[in-house]
C-alpha cells in the first residue's frame, strides 16, 4: 500500500513539473515573441533554398560551403537589387501620383455638391475632406516624433540584416543543429524523429517556394497590366500587389484597393478596366498557378487556413498572420505522423458514409479487434442423409 502511495505521489510530481516547465516555456516564448517570429521567418527562408542548394551540388559538384555561398549571393543580390532599384523608383512614382490627388478630390468635391438628397452630397463631401487632410500643410513634426519614426526605421533595417544573418547560419549550421537535437532523443525514436524533422521542413520550403513564386509572378503580370492601362504608379501597385499576395484569402483584395483608387483619378472606364485586369489574374491565379505550383504544399483546409489567420492575427498581428498557415501545416505534419498505423481504425457504426459490402469485407480483415469469421463447413452427402 505504500509503495503504491509512493509511486501515485511521484507521478503527480511529474506531471506538476512537466506542466510548469511547459508554462515557463510558454511565459518565455511569449515575451520573446518578436525573435521567435524572426527565427522563424529565417528557417522558412531556408528550408526555400535548401534544394536549390542541393540541386547546385548535384550538378556541379562543388561542396556544400560554397554551394551556401553561391545561393546566398545570389539571393543577397536580389534583395540588394530590389531595395536599390524597384523601391526608389516605386516611391518616385507614388510621389508623382499623389500630386495628381487634390485635383482629383476638388473634381469629385464639386460633384458631390449637385448630388440630392443633401445627405448624400454631404457624406461624400465628409469623405473628400477626410481624405485631403494628410495632405494639407501643417505644423513641423515634433522631435519626439521624428526620434520615433527614426527608432522604427533603425529597428526594421536590423530585423531585416538579422533575418539574413540567420537564413545563412541556419543553412550551414542546420546537420549539426540537427544532431545535437536527436542525441537528446531515445535511440529507437530517433529516425521517426528525424523523418518528421526533414518533412516539416520539406512541406515549409514547398510553401515558401510557392508563395515567393506566386508572388513574382502576380507582380510581374499586374505591373504589365497597369503599365498597359496608363496608371500611374504602376510599379508601386504591382509592389503592392505581390507583397499582399503572401496574406491568405484577403491578400489579394487589399492588394487590388490602391490600383483602384488610383484609377478613379484617371476615368471611369479605367476603374471598369483595372477591375477586370484584377478579375482576370485572379482567375488565372486561383484555375491555373495556384494548382500547379501550390499543389500538395500546405495540405490544409479552407476551415483551418481561416482559423489559423485569425488566431495568428491575434496573437502576432499581420506578421502573425502571414506564419500561421505554416505553422500549422508544421503542427499537421507531426500530428499525421502520430496517428499513423499499420491496421486501419475499425469501422464506426455512426459514421456518416456508410461503407458497401466490399469495404466492410476488407475492414473486418484487417481490422485487429474484429473477431474472426467462423467458417461454415458444408456438409457432405452421408451427412445429409443421416440426418
Do not use: C, H
Amino acid at each position: 500500500m505504500r509503495a503504491e502511495s509512493l509511486s501515485w505521489v511521484a507521478r503527480g510530481a511529474g506531471l506538476a513539473l512537466g506542466v510548469g516547465l511547459i508554462l515557463v516555456l510558454a511565459g518565455l516564448v511569449a515575451a520573446a515573441r518578436d525573435v521567435v517570429l524572426l527565427v522563424f521567418l529565417a528557417v522558412l527562408l531556408g528550408a526555400a533554398l535548401e534544394p536549390v542548394v542541393a540541386t547546385i551540388r548535384g550538378r556541379t559538384g562543388i561542396g556544400r560551403g560554397l554551394s551556401i555561398l553561391v545561393v546566398y549571393a545570389a539571393f543577397m543580390a536580389l534583395v540588394v537589387g530590389i531595395a536599390v532599384f524597384i523601391v526608389p523608383a516605386a516611391f518616385v512614382q507614388l510621389s508623382a501620383a499623389l500630386t495628381k490627388l487634390p485635383t482629383f478630390l476638388d473634381q469629385v468635391q464639386a460633384w458631390a455638391g449637385n448630388l440630392r438628397p443633401g445627405s448624400l452630397a454631404d457624406g461624400i463631401t465628409s469623405l473628400v475632406k477626410a481624405a485631403r487632410a494628410p495632405f494639407e500643410p501643417g505644423p513641423p513634426p515634433a522631435p519626439d516624433e521624428v526620434l520615433g519614426a527614426s527608432l522604427v526605421v533603425g529597428q526594421a533595417a536590423g530585423a531585416l540584416v538579422t533575418l539574413l544573418f540567420l537564413v545563412f547560419f541556419w543553412l550551414t549550421e542546420r546537420s549539426r543543429l540537427q544532431r545535437y537535437v536527436l542525441a537528446f532523443a531515445p535511440q529507437p525514436r530517433r529516425a521517426g524523429i528525424r523523418d518528421a524533422w526533414n518533412e516539416v521542413e520539406t512541406r515549409l520550403g514547398l510553401w515558401a517556394r510557392g508563395q515567393l513564386l506566386l508572388m513574382a509572378t502576380i507582380g510581374l503580370g499586374t505591373g504589365i497590366a497597369y503599365s498597359l492601362l496608363g496608371l500611374p504608379a504602376a510599379l508601386l501597385l504591382a509592389l503592392i500587389a505581390a507583397l499582399t499576395e503572401i496574406i491568405p484569402i484577403v491578400g489579394p483584395f487589399i492588394g487590388a484597393i490602391p490600383a483602384v483608387l488610383i484609377a478613379t483619378t484617371i476615368s471611369p472606364e479605367t476603374v471598369v478596366l483595372t477591375i477586370a485586369v484584377y478579375l482576370a489574374l485572379q482567375a488565372i491565379e486561383g484555375n491555373v498557378l495556384v494548382p500547379i505550383i501550390m499543389r500538395n504544399s500546405v495540405g490544409l483546409s479552407p476551415f483551418l487556413v481561416l482559423v489559423s489567420l485569425l488566431v495568428g492575427d491575434t496573437v502576432g498581428g499581420a506578421l502573425g498572420a502571414i506564419v500561421a498557415v505554416p505553422v500549422v501545416a508544421g503542427v499537421t505534419v507531426v500530428l499525421e505522423r502520430l496517428q499513423d498505423r499499420d491496421t486501419p481504425v475499425p469501422i464506426d457504426p455512426a459514421a456518416v458514409e456508410t461503407p458497401d459490402a466490399d469495404a466492410r469485407e476488407e475492414q473486418a480483415q484487417a481490422s485487429p479487434s474484429s473477431p474472426p469469421r467462423k467458417r461454415r463447413r458444408r456438409r457432405s452427402t452421408t451427412e445429409v442423409s443421416r440426418a
